[in-house]
């Protein structure tokens, strides 16, 4: 009946070329109508002729059925308890119970090995268990590990309680659900385990905890805080730093906690060390302290190869499988199918998934089904004008033959470096000097560099690249979308005018360097990685050797030796020949 419907009548799905050939296709296109009508019915105007992909997993509900169950695990194993029970009659109840999980719970989430598999879709699949724990009263903890950027001695850890922290506090000031209560609990748990000299410390690594424990009845004053800071991080160990941790991880995590550590792979040795004792001890307090211990479940993404390219991160695998009372999982993440491919492809474009079959074909053995990649092809075809939506047919028009002979030899990288090289001057400079901070910057800092790079304000520009999806603002930050995007704006231009580029930063963030801590180490890595062979003034060396062992006294205190060990190499390399005798320091 539908293959002979005229075309006059009906557009789109129903034209006679494009009708369906068996019952079972028209069920799945009445499905797709009556779940989604505004979607899926021919008549519906579009306002757009670029396909959009949906903010949502494919092929991920097993994988998102398991964390949500390990999840459960872990707060049953520190003594979550159930509405209808106390928690110390909960946790005896778990005690007997040998189908319920006595162990500290930690997901491994790996993406498949290759240079260009980044986009497997691991941080995507943490969001969306996120997005559903919160809902039933988790709070999270992201700690985004960065390739580039040499950042203050563990401040990547320290900035997700930080940014805890602030959260809370933004909910409390704006009268938010249960936010004054979860920060009032807080606060006495706080108050309760650091004692004067403990404080200060923290202060320094999480500034936003300050304002936490500072009320009417407890104050802090920021000068004495900055002394003692300076007189008890001379002795404090590598040890008591990472109790200090342990303890304030105990304090926060009355309601349960997801501790999210992406990209583990970049992560530093001391963040490695810290985490690996964290760990060990959240299994140990299971049977030592099962009322007080913590109530944090831990999900780490680790790319597969970079386990053999890294010592550290194999040993930190090791050692943490080898951890007392704690249950390690291996998550895997596949490729999509092509069924995946074109259940995604049919809802980016309202079209129909019988329609959609053959280019999710193509799609998916150009992509081999790696969700980025599938996105950003999919925008590109649209570009280049082989993914067309004609607007009196209502239908999409491809040509397959065309689509399946592009040659893509450095995959969806190439599609991000054609996607910038298409901006304006100022927004792909804007990018690349974005791109030169790592994977995030703070707006305290772009504050500081806002006319460097040759832009005349880049607030402005990143606006716009916020609206165009490369970079997303939050939690004081602009942060790149994607990893891959990151990599390809350090791509988009030539080294000398991206060393040109660090230089401006550099010297836009100098005089900032000598009073605050989080600057130094923004300022030493961008001198190490401009080069000693780039600076030829002698002060100039001088200086920035001085600033390198400024950085690594710094890093020593807070007991991470190899970040102090790279400043020292690099301070020396800055140092000309008979230096031991004129510059002795």
Same mark, same amino acid.
């Given at each position: 009946?539908?293959?002979?419907? $005229?075309?006059?009548?009906?557009?789109?799905?129903?034209?006679?070329?494009?009708?369906?050939?068996?019952?079972?296709?028209?069920?799945?296109?009445?499905?797709?109508?009556?779940?989604?009508?505004?979607?899926?019915?021919?008549?519906?105007?579009?306002?757009? #002729?670029?396909?959009?992909?949906?903010?949502?997993?494919?092929?991920? %509900?097993?994988?998102?059925?398991?964390?949500?169950?390990?999840?459960?695990?872990?707060?049953?194993?520190?003594?979550?308890?159930?509405?209808?029970?106390?928690?110390?009659?909960?946790?005896?109840?778990?005690?007997?119970?040998?189908?319920?999980?006595?162990? %500290?719970?930690?997901?491994?989430?790996?993406?498949?090995?290759?240079?260009?598999?980044?986009g497997?879709?691991?941080?995507?699949?943490?969001?969306?268990?996120?997005?559903?724990?919160?809902?039933?009263?988790?709070?999270?903890?992201?700690c985004?590990?960065?390739?580039?950027?040499?950042?203050?001695?563990?401040?990547?850890?320290?900035?997700?309680? $930080?940014?805890?922290?602030?959260?809370?506090?933004?909910?409390? =000031?704006?009268?938010?659900?249960?936010?004054?209560?979860?920060?009032?609990?807080?606060?006495?748990?706080?108050?309760?385990?650091?004692?004067?000299?403990?404080?200060? &410390?923290?202060?320094?690594?999480?500034?936003?905890?300050r304002?936490v424990?500072?009320?009417?009845?407890?104050?802090?004053?920021?000068?004495?805080?900055? =002394?003692?800071?300076?007189?008890?991080?001379?002795i404090?160990?590598? &040890?008591?730093v990472? =109790?200090?941790?342990?303890?304030?991880?105990?304090?926060?995590?009355?309601?349960?906690i997801?501790l999210?550590?992406?990209?583990?792979?970049?992560?530093?040795?001391?963040?490695?060390?810290?985490?690996?004792?964290?760990?060990?001890?959240?299994?140990?307090?299971? *049977?030592?302290?099962?009322?007080?211990?913590?109530?944090?479940?831990?999900?780490?993404?680790?790319?597969?190869?970079?386990?053999?390219?890294?010592?550290?991160?194999?040993?930190? +695998?090791?050692?943490?499988?080898?951890?007392?009372?704690?249950?390690?999982?291996?998550?895997?993440l596949?490729?999509?199918?092509?069924d995946?491919?074109?259940?995604?492809?049919?809802? #980016?474009?309202?079209?129909? %998934?019988?329609? *959609?079959?053959?280019?999710?074909?193509?799609?998916?053995?150009?992509?081999?089904?790696?969700?980025?990649?599938?996105?950003?092809?999919?925008?590109?075809?649209?570009?280049?004008? +082989?993914? @067309?939506?004609?607007?009196?047919?209502?239908?999409?028009?491809?040509?397959?033959?065309?689509?399946?002979?592009?040659?893509?030899?450095?995959? @969806?990288?190439?599609?991000?470096?054609? /996607?910038? +090289?298409?901006?304006?001057e100022?927004?792909?400079?804007?990018?690349?000097?974005?791109?030169?901070?790592?994977?995030?910057?703070?707006?305290?800092?772009?504050? +500081?560099?806002?006319?460097?790079?040759?832009?005349?304000? &880049?607030?402005?520009?990143?606006?716009?690249?916020?609206?165009?999806?490369?970079?997303?603002?939050?939690?004081?930050?602009?942060?790149?979308?994607?990893?891959?995007?990151?990599?390809?704006?350090?791509?988009?231009?030539?080294? =000398?005018?991206?060393?040109?580029?660090?230089?401006?930063?550099?010297?836009?963030?100098?005089?900032?360097?000598?009073?605050?801590?989080?600057?130094?180490?923004?300022?030493?890595?961008? &001198?190490?990685?401009?080069?000693?062979?780039?600076?030829?003034?002698?002060?100039?060396?001088?200086?920035?050797?001085?600033?390198?062992?400024?950085?690594?006294? /710094?890093?020593?205190? *807070?007991?991470?030796?190899?970040?102090?060990?790279?400043?020292?190499?690099?301070?020396?390399?800055?140092?000309?020949?008979?230096?031991?005798d004129?510059?002795?320091?």
């Amino acid at each position: 009946m539908l293959s002979n419907r $005229d075309d006059t009548d009906f557009g789109g799905l129903f034209q006679y070329d494009k009708a369906v050939s068996c019952f079972a296709e028209a069920i799945m296109d009445l499905e797709q109508m009556v779940g989604e009508p505004k979607g899926y019915l021919h008549d519906t105007i579009r306002l757009s #002729a670029k396909p959009t992909v949906r903010n949502k997993l494919y092929s991920r %509900q097993k994988e998102l059925e398991q964390g949500i169950e390990l999840a459960r695990r872990s707060a049953a194993a520190a003594g979550n308890h159930k509405e209808e029970e106390g928690r110390e009659e909960y946790v005896e109840a778990c005690a007997m119970d040998t189908s319920s999980s006595t162990k %500290q719970e930690v997901l491994m989430i790996m993406g498949l090995p290759g240079e260009q598999r980044a986009g497997s879709g691991k941080s995507s699949l943490v969001n969306e268990l996120i997005t559903q724990l919160t809902r039933n009263g988790w709070e999270s903890l992201h700690c985004k590990f960065d390739q580039i950027g040499r950042r203050q001695p563990l401040s990547t850890i320290a900035s997700a309680f $930080d940014s805890l922290f602030s959260s809370l506090l933004s909910t409390e =000031n704006t009268g938010g659900s249960g936010g004054s209560d979860t920060l009032g609990v807080i606060r006495t748990n706080l108050l309760k385990s650091f004692d004067e000299e403990s404080f200060p &410390i923290l202060f320094h690594l999480m500034p936003n905890l300050r304002r936490v424990v500072s009320t009417d009845g407890y104050s802090t004053d920021m000068q004495q805080t900055e =002394n003692v800071f300076d007189e008890f991080a001379l002795i404090s160990s590598r &040890i008591r730093v990472h =109790n200090l941790f342990y303890e304030l991880l105990k304090a926060i995590s009355d309601a349960p906690i997801l501790l999210f550590l992406d990209d583990l792979h970049w992560a530093d040795s001391a963040s490695l060390e810290l985490i690996t004792f964290l760990i060990d001890e959240m299994g140990a307090s299971i *049977t030592d302290d099962p009322i007080r211990g913590t109530n944090v479940f831990i999900i780490g993404t680790v790319r597969t190869n970079e386990v053999d390219n890294s010592s550290d991160l194999a040993d930190f +695998l090791q050692q943490i499988q080898s951890c007392y009372n704690v249950t390690v999982t291996d998550m895997a993440l596949q490729d999509l199918s092509s069924d995946d491919v074109n259940m995604m492809i049919s809802e #980016a474009l309202c079209y129909s %998934q019988r329609l *959609t079959r053959s280019l999710a074909g193509t799609v998916h053995h150009k992509t081999e089904g790696n969700p980025f990649y599938i996105k950003e092809f999919l925008n590109d075809l649209t570009v280049e004008n +082989l993914l @067309v939506y004609s607007f009196s047919e209502k239908t999409w028009e491809w040509d397959e033959e065309l689509i399946e002979s592009r040659t893509i030899s450095d995959g @969806v990288a190439e599609i991000l470096t054609r /996607k910038l +090289l298409r901006l304006s001057e100022d927004q792909l400079s804007g990018i690349v000097m974005l791109s030169c901070f790592g994977s995030k910057v703070s707006l305290e800092v772009l504050a +500081l560099v806002r006319s460097s790079g040759g832009n005349l304000d &880049i607030m402005n520009t990143l606006d716009y690249l916020a609206k165009a999806r490369f970079v997303e603002r939050s939690d004081e930050k602009y942060r790149f979308v994607h990893d891959m995007i990151l990599h390809a704006a350090q791509g988009a231009v030539d080294e =000398n005018e991206r060393m040109i580029i660090m230089e401006e930063l550099l010297q836009a963030l100098l005089p900032h360097g000598y009073s605050d801590d989080t600057i130094l180490f923004i300022v030493v890595d961008l &001198i190490s990685r401009v080069g000693a062979d780039r600076v030829h003034d002698s002060e100039t060396r001088l200086l920035y050797a001085q600033l390198n062992l400024t950085a690594a006294k /710094k890093a020593t205190n *807070t007991t991470d030796f190899a970040s102090a060990s790279t400043c020292v190499k690099c301070g020396i390399s800055f140092l000309s020949v008979g230096h031991w005798d004129r510059s002795y320091m």
